[in-house]
């Protein structure tokens, strides 16, 4: 059976992107075929329909329409789709020269991928979309990786073991690796998309000629020196970028190269226990970045997510970050009006980006323009201060702005197409373009009033029709006059007109029919000429754009310290963790919202040598986890290069951040809950170094009870004896606390509560010494269990705590004899009211003297026998 030849073209073009969906474009639609359509249409909820046949059957086919291409596109990215676009390569007219029957050229023009996309309406504009490529050279692992929409390309060496950690930092969501690699299980665990190359894209000799190429520059040393893996990575990234872009390559930053121990080691457990970027469900809300974000910009705020992912570890960096956040806070006034011009700064990067790669519209141009402005207002402002950021990198491009400013409107359309992108007075041939298409008619009115000067016969008149266009015509009582001026050419004559033209009338009708194409050809060509003036200066713009999103993120901060009462850390290369009055930032806003205070605590854990650990005991419900996961919070803002929510905060440099917190299974790889804490446990215990700072909640609560016991012994004793590190160890084991007085690193530390009548009261303090007990059946009070199961366990425990007292051994004897559990006992009659209410109850507070108030306090405190 024979295919059609659009048919035929299709599966040509299909066979070049297998894995992807093929947006094949026909007029306004993009068509889907086959599996495709039948995919497309599950995925994106819209109708299948079968038209034709190929090969006997019928031809499932749906098509999404082109000027709401991107929606679909984005829907199809994130459930997994890698998606071909296919575009017509020329107009149908030029493909009917070639034959009545001649299909019209499409090519793919681009593969839309996780990790490959520009648009706005694609990308989230306050968090980088970063593609990564790993490759390993002989044992030598690197990780490159790039944000095609900003222009960032960072590489540095990873061995496997940081390739999860890297990742998770990063965000990544999608990775090239090596065919065959067996390291696809760790990308696909943190939810990005794995994409395989051929092994010649990692050669790191080819590579580093790719990228000389790519830099314009005969060598890479200025660079950075990049080891063979290094420049394998970086190799098949650039690669994977220009199949991807169809060999347009966007506008790339040099490649900056993070060397080890410049930042804070935090894995991906860690990451998602402590919510840095994302809250439990999955999106910012909740998260500690939630908490924070005061930014008013696109960059500053992928700046900050940046920032907090990847907290430094280098003290002089951490150092000149918060003296520029203290700048800010004391000039107080010039820092809002910094914040105020900076929310008028656009997105320059990312417009940068659009325009290297041809797909920039008249609003990017606006974004330079605007962006630049920006930086020149902020210059003005910066220039004679003592601000310690390098403020000259906003200006240097008047020549550029000035360019910009003339040429553009005010409000430039979104699209080219639409027309109105160029400033009237900028360009005369355009002005006129522009003045016959929109003004045709006022044009031939004042040139029919020019020959009526000119010949003296009022009645004649300029018309037109499909065949002659437009002509002069008169009556033929005039026609001799209008013949003895050589200006008029003679047309045709009617029974009762003469009709004639001129020169200047068939230019000028040549003009107006060709207006709207002439007015259209000249704005792009414009356009295309200040593209390639912005893309000239797109090193200074980068620049630019760099110290607009660093003012913004610190200001932002600076914003956040004073209106949180935050204060200024101080950091440096001890072991010191030493914390007054410290909150947890994301729980603190959740309470102020509710009207509620929360109760703040110190902590002290610094260690000169050897381990110091804080073990924490006290019932659930009282703060525990709060207070372990705001030091770990403490920890991350303050080496990010924040204040921090306390009185006071010396960190000691903290080289890596553990956390094994809160009960999670894995049931997609077969892991229980208990199974997913020893992994994590493991992790830590394995890894951590003497500058790390641990966080442990609640080890070994998955298991029986002696086993739990056990382990979290022996794992506090590793942490003090072989690893050394700092770490907050919060339990319910009470037996651990005998450690404190054998392990010299170890102090107890209990969070305090108060019973009332058989209830628990949580005063959320965190105290020295130890708790006696958990406190788990007044929670459960709490929580809700009907009263008779409560008043049962209360029973079960007296008898359980008897027959410890008594030397254990008789728990067995004890369940066998223990009455059973038969019927739900009434409920209680309502407690009497205590004497404390009984006398509360006469007092009027507002008729009291400071003197009663005083005595009925003291008064009250007998009555309650304190």
């Known amino acids: 059976m024979s295919v059609t030849p659009m048919m035929a073209q299709f599966l040509e073009i299909k066979a070049e992107a297998p894995d992807a969906l093929l947006f094949y474009r026909m007029g306004d639609f993009y068509e889907l075929f086959f599996d495709d359509a039948v995919a497309a249409s599950a995925a994106l909820d819209i109708t299948l329909t079968k038209r034709g046949k190929h090969l006997g059957e019928d031809i499932s086919m749906c098509g999404v329409p082109v000027h709401a291409a991107e929606n679909y596109l984005m829907t199809l990215i994130r459930k997994g789709f890698r998606v071909a676009v296919a575009e017509q390569l020329e107009p149908p007219e030029e493909a009917k020269k070639r034959g009545s029957k001649s299909v019209v050229k499409r090519g793919i023009v681009r593969l839309v991928t996780p990790g490959t996309l520009t648009e706005d309406t694609l990308l989230d504009a306050r968090a980088h979309n970063y593609l990564a490529a790993y490759a390993e050279v002989r044992g030598q692992g690197a990780l490159a990786w790039a944000d095609i929409s900003t222009g960032a390309f960072h590489v540095c060496r990873c061995p496997r073991v940081r390739l999860g950690p890297d990742l998770a930092r990063l965000g990544v969501r999608e990775v090239v690796l090596i065919e065959g690699s067996d390291v696809v299980p760790v990308v696909e665990d943190l939810g990005a998309a794995a994409t395989p190359l051929g092994a010649s894209a990692f050669d790191s000799a080819s590579a580093e000629g790719r990228l000389k190429e790519l830099f314009d520059v005969g060598s890479l040393d200025a660079f950075g020196t990049f080891d063979r893996a290094e420049l394998g990575a970086m190799g098949a990234l650039i690669e994977y970028v220009e199949i991807t872009q169809r060999g347009k390559l966007p506008l790339m930053r040099a490649p ?100 290297s790669l041809d797909r920039g519209g008249p609003r990017d141009l606006a974004a330079i323009r605007g962006g630049l402005e920006a930086g020149i207002r902020l210059y003005q402002r910066l220039s004679e201060t003592d601000l310690p950021l390098k403020v000259s990198d906003l200006v240097g491009q008047k020549e550029l702005l000035d360019l910009l400013d003339a040429a553009l409107v005010a409000e430039p359309p979104l699209m080219l197409r639409d027309g109105g ?132 993120l610190t200001t932002a901060l600076a914003d956040l310290a004073r209106g949180e009462n935050w204060c200024k850390p101080r950091v440096d290369n001890s072991r010191a963790f030493e914390v007054t009055a410290g909150r947890h930032p994301v729980v603190e806003r959740a309470l102020k919202r509710d009207g509620a205070p929360f109760v703040a605590n110190d902590t002290a854990l610094t260690a000169k040598t050897g381990a110091a650990i804080r073990l924490l005991t006290g019932p659930n419900m009282a703060g525990k986890s709060t207070w372990l996961r705001q030091n770990a919070l403490i920890a991350v803002l303050a080496q990010m290069g924040s204040f921090v929510p306390a009185d006071t905060a010396h960190v000691g440099l903290v080289s890596q951040l553990f956390s094994r917190v809160g009960a999670s299974d894995d049931l997609a790889r077969g892991r229980s809950t208990f199974m997913v804490e020893m992994v994590e446990t493991a992790a830590i215990l394995n890894q951590a170094d003497k500058h790390a700072l641990v966080i442990l909640d609640e080890i070994g609560r998955g298991t029986a009870t002696y086993d739990g016991l056990s382990i979290a012994w022996a794992t506090l004793e590793h942490l003090h004896d072989v690893n050394g590190c700092r770490a907050l160890f919060a339990t319910h084991y009470h037996e651990l606390t005998t450690l404190a007085a054998r392990l010299t ?122």
């Open 256 to 355: 900056r190269q993070e060397m080890s121990g410049e930042l804070m080691t935090i894995d991906a457990a860690t990451r998602r226990n402590l919510e840095l970027t994302r809250g439990s469900g999955g999106g910012r809300d909740g998260s500690l970045l939630w908490a924070i974000d005061r930014t008013v910009t696109a960059g500053g705020g992928r700046l900050l997510e940046q920032r907090l992912a990847a907290p430094s570890a280098r003290v002089d960096v951490i150092t000149s970050r918060l003296d520029a956040v203290d700048w800010a806070v004391r000039n107080d006034a010039l820092s809002g009006q910094m914040r105020d011009a900076l929310r008028r700064a656009p997105d320059m990067d990312r417009a940068l980006s659009r325009l």
């Open 421 to 552: 992108l160029v400033a009237p007075g900028y360009d005369t041939d355009l002005d006129e373009a522009r003045n016959l298409r929109d003004e045709g008619r006022g044009v031939i009115a004042a040139m029919q009033a020019d020959f009526v000067s000119r010949t003296g016969i009022s009645s004649l008149k300029i018309k037109h029709n499909n065949v002659l266009g437009y002509f002069v015509e008169t009556t033929a009582v005039h026609a001799d006059k209008m013949r003895a001026d050589d200006h008029f050419i003679h047309r045709q004559t009617t029974a009762n007109q003469v009709r004639f033209t001129t020169v200047d009338l068939s230019e000028l009708e040549t003009r107006i029919l060709n207006a709207r194409a002439r007015a259209q050809s000249r704005e792009e060509a414009i356009f295309t000429a200040l593209r390639g003036a912005i893309l000239v200066a797109s090193d200074a713009i980068f620049a630019a754009a760099r110290i607009l999103a660093e003012l913004d």
């Open 745 to 866: 690193g170890v102090e107890n530390a209990t969070v305090a509560v108060r019973e009332w009548e058989g209830d628990v009261i949580f005063l959320h303090e965190v105290r020295d010494g130890a708790a006696d007990r958990s406190y788990g059946v007044q929670v459960a009070k709490l929580a809700g269990l009907p009263e008779a199961v409560v008043a049962r366990a209360r029973e079960v425990l007296t008898m359980l705590e008897e027959s410890e007292r008594a030397g254990g051994g008789k728990i067995k004897a004890m369940i066998d004899d223990l009455p059973l559990f038969r019927t739900v006992p009434a409920a209680p009659a309502p407690s009497k009211a205590s004497p404390v209410e009984d006398r509360l109850r006469d007092v009027m507070p507002d008729s009291l003297s400071p003197r009663e108030a005083l005595d009925l306090l003291y008064e009250l405190k007998g009555l309650t026998g304190h």
